[in-house]
């Protein structure tokens, strides 16, 4: 088995870190990381830090995860052009649930502790933790964070002090966890190092004791330059309800090669070897994609389970691998019923493809059929016909209506 900083170095995780040099994290120690309860899941973009925690507790490496109950309550500023809307208590309880539930199932079968940072913060007095606290971090240190002069600068909105004052409440969480838990260090997003670093800089002034940050570099798409995790709807979700396993699946699979070839080190725990055999063979034969589909079928098993990568790839293959319509079972069927058109059985052909909107007009949808332009069921018709069962209507290569 390789160390943890030979896994990491050739997975393309080093980016920003207080270590002397990359081995020292060989050496197991507790370490913790933090999501905020901002939105009731976590993003692709918080998936990667999630990998690179996985790798750390896999070389035996204790974790400590918070949920940020108290830091969400103001909300991390960092690279937010504006002021950031308060969430009410009850979202954050919410949001908290969900992302203490998430955690547990990336990280099922291993060893870690959750911890919430309200629950220390909800007894600490202002002016104790001013004195106590405060007093110990330079206002200049924290006005050179460059997200800070963004804000204050000419054209920058502003900042209020609650803001201004997130990478103070972070630090303290590195302190507390420090004394309570002996984490000496911290694992982050590479957005995350300014606040990061506070925390250590307390954990040495406070404590005379060593602490570190390591954080995972910034995933950016190759092709645009664009900070990755987004798609053309938004953020991409590891919620179903948010980004369906369908929509998520799909997500990876339409990934430009360059990018994933990025990616399947970053978000996949397949060994350097396989690893390197399917780059080799995408090498060979592109239009295979077998990059692309073994990234896709990796993440989304790892964050929805086997059995919906399974559905996903089982509905992929019916509307563009040529598979056959019969091969669905009904909670395919009911996945697919929520990424396309849906038409009740009975109604004709013509029909279902004007009131699915796939044609303007009766005439339209007659002139396709006739001109061989229209599958039932992967096979051309010719001609009109009523749909007396569960069936899949195409036209073009993207166009369908499920009928049900």
Known sequence: MSTLSEELTWRGFVHQMTFAQVSDINKPRTFYWGVDPSADSMTIGNLAAAMLVRHFIDHGHKAVLLVGGATGMIGDPDGKKQERDLKTLDEIAKNKLALEKKKKKIFAGKEFDIVDNYDWFKDIGY???????????????????????????????????????????????????????????????ADQWGNSITGVSLIRRLEQAEAHVFTAPLIVNKQTGVKFGKSEDGAVWLDPAKTSPYKFYQFWLNTDDETAKDLIKIYTLLDKE???????????????RTLQKTLACEVTELVHGRERRESVERVTAVLFGGAQFDTLDVADIEALAEEIPVQPIGKTVVEALVEANLCASNGEAKRLIEGSAISLNGSKIESDQQLLAAALLRKGKNSFVLVR
């Open 127 to 189: 002016l104790d933790f001013l004195r106590d606290i405060g007093k110990h971090i330079s206002i200049t240190q924290m006005l050179d964070r460059d997200f800070v002069q963004s804000r204050i600068g000419e054209g920058g909105s502003g900042i209020s002090y609650a803001e201004f004052s997130y990478s103070l409440i972070q630090g303290y969480d590195f302190l507390h966890l420090f004394r309570e838990k002996g984490a000496t260090l911290q694992l982050a997003g």
């Open 274 to 288: 396989t690893v390197e055999d399917i780059l080799a063979n995408h090498e060979n034969n592109p239009s295979e």
